[in-house]
């Protein structure tokens, strides 16, 4: 399973996002929530981000996936490193690993997943839970001598940037819901040559048997607030590591969606989702 952190808006201090990195760090490095409910302490089967700076009429991506553990890698480095100096719009999507039982530990299933959709528009996505991976092999024919290298996240990505052009609607996602196994905490980013759709938010399965108080404790998902920006972050980084620029926190509803454009000049929230 995974930890992971998601934040948009406009920045004129690369701290507040060395701080929300920082946090992750530290929660895939020690997770109560994870070992409650996996038996797992630790998110180190790799990590990965993507970043995004708006600069006049340009964009600026940095894609990055290492299969280290994030806490013995240069996070908080990298992530400096990109936006020192850098006042404007910005999307930031940073994800933690534990491979779930029998999926690949290799670069191509460290998150963010990249794919390409129909319209030559790239297609990011990073995940927390778990999709009937054979499910979407046999409903698009995928074939399984190429599939048998990924995880059931670069085939859910895959099989949405199918279905995709330059955006990502409601009934898109909601197909993509049909193949939930545990839990879909999502960040999906369809980057566009001057925008990005950005669509962030938390679905998960009760099991009902026994462990739903903590399956909930570790799904639940929180969008936060700062001066011009936006966070989104699982429920360990909030609950015991928060970035204490964002004190403005609350638990997102099970099912619940955001869709955002981010370009140069603003951000926007488009439309919110609710899927029971």
């Known amino acids: 399973m995974c930890r992971m952190v998601l934040s948009i808006g406009f920045t004129n201090d690369e701290k507040v996002l060395v701080g929300v990195v920082d946090s992750l760090v530290k929660a895939a490095s020690q997770d109560p ?45 990298i992530v400096r490193s990109f936006f020192n100096d850098y006042r404007g719009m910005y999307l930031l999507m940073v994800h933690a690993r534990a491979a779930s039982t029998g999926t690949p530990i290799n670069v191509f299933s460290t998150h963010p997943v990249r794919a390409t959709t129909r319209s030559g528009s790239e297609l990011y996505m990073i ?72 669509i962030v938010g938390s679905y998960y399965k009760l099991m009902n048997d026994g462990k739903d108080e903590v399956r909930e404790r570790y799904y639940k998902f929180y969008h936060c607030r700062n001066n011009g920006q936006v966070m989104y972050a699982s429920s360990t980084v909030i609950d015991h590591y928060r970035p204490r620029e964002f004190a403005d926190c609350m638990v997102m509803r099970n099912g619940e969606y955001h869709k955002y454009l981010v370009n140069a000049s603003k951000f926007e929230m488009k439309e919110t989702w609710l899927f029971q």
């Open 33 to 77: 929530y994870g070992k409650d409910l996996y038996g797992e302490e630790q998110h180190k089967d790799g990590w990965g981000l993507l970043a995004i700076k708006f600069i006049d009429a340009s964009m600026s991506v940095l894609h990055y996936r290492n299969t280290r553990p994030i806490f013995e890698d240069d996070a908080v480095d």
């Open 127 to 198: 995940h927390n839970g778990s999709f009937n991976r054979d499910f979407i092999i046999k409903e698009l024919n995928f074939s399984r001598e190429i599939t048998s290298m990924y995880n059931d996240t670069y085939i859910a990505n895959l099989a949405l940037a199918s279905r995709a052009s330059n955006d990502v609607n409601r009934d898109d996602l909601a197909w993509l819901l049909n193949y939930v196994k545990t839990g879909a905490n999502l960040g999906i980013s369809l980057v566009n040559s001057d925008n990005v759709v950005f």
